[in-house]
Protein backbone atom coordinates (compact mmCIF):
# COMPACT_ATOMS: atom_id res chain seq x y z
CA UNK A 1 0.00 0.00 0.00
CA UNK A 2 3.34 2.30 0.61
CA UNK A 3 5.89 2.50 -2.06
CA UNK A 4 9.27 3.43 -1.09
CA UNK A 5 11.07 4.90 -4.45
CA UNK A 6 14.98 4.24 -3.61
CA UNK A 7 17.82 5.97 -5.72
CA UNK A 8 21.43 6.64 -5.60
CA UNK A 9 23.28 3.16 -5.01
CA UNK A 10 26.51 2.99 -7.08
CA UNK A 11 30.11 1.89 -6.97
CA UNK A 12 32.35 4.32 -5.94
CA UNK A 13 36.22 4.16 -4.90
CA UNK A 14 37.21 4.38 -1.26
CA UNK A 15 37.16 7.56 0.04
CA UNK A 16 34.61 8.68 -2.08
CA UNK A 17 30.84 9.46 -1.76
CA UNK A 18 27.52 8.45 -2.29
CA UNK A 19 23.96 10.34 -1.46
CA UNK A 20 20.92 7.51 -1.07
CA UNK A 21 17.37 8.83 -1.60
CA UNK A 22 13.91 7.02 -0.79
CA UNK A 23 10.57 8.77 -1.17
CA UNK A 24 7.58 7.28 0.48
CA UNK A 25 4.16 7.59 -1.81
CA UNK A 26 0.61 5.90 -1.52
CA UNK A 27 -2.31 6.85 0.99
CA UNK A 28 -0.01 8.21 3.60
CA UNK A 29 -1.76 10.44 6.02
CA UNK A 30 1.70 10.56 8.37
CA UNK A 31 5.27 9.44 8.64
CA UNK A 32 6.93 8.43 11.66
CA UNK A 33 10.16 7.22 11.92
CA UNK A 34 12.90 6.93 8.84
CA UNK A 35 15.94 4.94 8.35
CA UNK A 36 18.49 3.27 6.35
CA UNK A 37 19.69 -0.31 7.01
CA UNK A 38 22.25 -2.42 5.15
CA UNK A 39 22.90 -6.13 4.68
CA UNK A 40 26.40 -7.92 3.59
CA UNK A 41 26.22 -11.38 2.33
CA UNK A 42 25.46 -13.65 3.94
CA UNK A 43 24.79 -11.22 7.35
CA UNK A 44 22.34 -10.22 8.89
CA UNK A 45 20.48 -6.73 8.24
CA UNK A 46 21.77 -3.91 10.56
CA UNK A 47 20.67 -0.44 11.20
CA UNK A 48 22.83 2.34 9.37
CA UNK A 49 20.55 5.80 10.64
CA UNK A 50 17.27 6.47 11.75
CA UNK A 51 15.95 10.01 11.84
CA UNK A 52 12.89 11.30 13.75
CA UNK A 53 10.21 12.77 12.65
CA UNK A 54 11.04 16.31 14.54
CA UNK A 55 14.09 15.89 12.83
CA UNK A 56 16.11 16.77 15.82
CA UNK A 57 16.93 12.89 17.27
CA UNK A 58 19.34 10.76 15.07
CA UNK A 59 21.04 7.60 16.10
CA UNK A 60 23.95 6.10 13.85
CA UNK A 61 26.10 2.77 14.20
CA UNK A 62 29.26 3.72 15.70
CA UNK A 63 31.18 2.34 12.27
CA UNK A 64 29.54 5.47 10.37
CA UNK A 65 29.10 8.04 13.01
CA UNK A 66 31.05 11.35 11.67
CA UNK A 67 31.25 9.72 8.14
CA UNK A 68 27.16 9.45 6.89
CA UNK A 69 24.60 12.09 7.61
CA UNK A 70 20.72 11.59 7.27
CA UNK A 71 18.80 13.76 6.64
CA UNK A 72 14.79 14.19 5.80
CA UNK A 73 12.09 16.00 3.95
CA UNK A 74 8.60 15.40 6.04
CA UNK A 75 7.04 17.43 3.57
CA UNK A 76 7.93 15.49 0.28
CA UNK A 77 8.21 12.26 2.50
CA UNK A 78 11.62 11.55 1.93
CA UNK A 79 14.67 10.36 3.65
CA UNK A 80 18.74 10.62 2.23
CA UNK A 81 21.37 9.26 3.81
CA UNK A 82 25.08 11.57 2.59
CA UNK A 83 27.80 9.18 2.65
CA UNK A 84 31.74 10.06 2.88
CA UNK A 85 34.69 8.74 3.14
CA UNK A 86 33.62 4.98 2.24
CA UNK A 87 34.94 2.44 3.24
CA UNK A 88 35.27 -1.21 1.77
CA UNK A 89 33.18 -2.74 4.96
CA UNK A 90 30.67 -0.22 3.95
CA UNK A 91 29.82 -2.28 0.64
CA UNK A 92 26.10 -4.04 1.13
CA UNK A 93 23.00 -3.48 -0.26
CA UNK A 94 20.91 -0.74 1.68
CA UNK A 95 17.38 -0.69 2.42
CA UNK A 96 15.14 2.27 3.09
CA UNK A 97 12.56 2.43 6.06
CA UNK A 98 9.95 4.22 6.82
CA UNK A 99 7.10 4.57 9.61
CA UNK A 100 4.14 6.10 9.76
CA UNK A 101 0.43 5.80 9.32
CA UNK A 102 -2.28 5.48 6.77
CA UNK A 103 -5.32 6.98 5.99
CA UNK A 104 -8.54 4.80 5.79
CA UNK A 105 -11.44 7.15 6.81
CA UNK A 106 -11.64 7.24 10.37
CA UNK A 107 -9.09 5.06 10.70
CA UNK A 108 -5.40 5.61 11.00
CA UNK A 109 -3.42 1.93 10.60
CA UNK A 110 0.15 1.93 11.43
CA UNK A 111 2.35 0.95 8.20
CA UNK A 112 6.02 0.00 8.58
CA UNK A 113 7.43 -0.64 4.90
CA UNK A 114 10.78 -1.35 3.03
CA UNK A 115 12.45 -0.31 0.28
CA UNK A 116 13.82 -2.83 -2.29
CA UNK A 117 17.24 -2.49 -1.56
CA UNK A 118 20.12 -0.44 -3.65
CA UNK A 119 23.59 -2.16 -4.13
CA UNK A 120 26.67 -0.14 -2.64
CA UNK A 121 30.09 -1.31 -3.37
CA UNK A 122 33.59 0.51 -2.28
CA UNK A 123 36.30 -1.04 -4.37
CA UNK A 124 39.31 0.35 -5.53
Known amino acids: QVHLAESGGGSVQPGGSLKLSCTAS????????MGWFRQRPGEDRELVAIISRENTHTHYVDSVRDRFIISRDTARNAVYLQMASLKPDDTAVYFC?????????????????WGQGLQVTVSS
Open 26 to 33: GNIASVSA
Open 97 to 113: NVEGTLRHGPARPRFDS
